[in-house]
């Protein structure tokens, strides 16, 4: 078992080549205390992004230009094993669904994604890569709490 100290907030990268997607994300996820937000437009600046800094946690569009959401997490996994990726898309098939599972994402989330399930997946993935009990632990006055309604 893998014990990690967190001794600064996980860095999750966003990856969607729809930068008023991205500013969605961004606007839910920023509140979160125990995440440090970038941002990349593309598969391949997203690649780029993880070869030059140490990220925890990828969010991926799976359909963008050159290289899929697929392909990315393909070479991300090749890059780091550990780390977690989402796939996020409007067609969540069954045939998605498997090859998601067979290049090891950790989950694909259908858009509209509703908040709550975007920051429990996040949670999760968190607390399976890197065994902590809550990303949010050891923030008392900013534990996670959960977000009803509004979709991203």
Sequence with gaps: MMVVRIDRPF?????DDSNSFRATLREVLEERPYLEL???ESGEQAVEV???VRIDIVLLDMHMHIMTGLDTLKVMKQL???RPC???TSDATEELKRDAREAH????LRKPVPRRDLVTTISDALISAYDVSDPASGLPENRMRPDHGSLC
């Design 86 to 88: 989402i796939l996020i």
């Design 38 to 40: 970038l941002e990349a």
């Design 105 to 108: 994402a950790f989950s694909v």
């Design 50 to 52: 993880v070869r030059e």
């Design 11 to 15: 860095r999750l990268l966003i990856t």
């Design 80 to 82: 780091d094993a550990i």
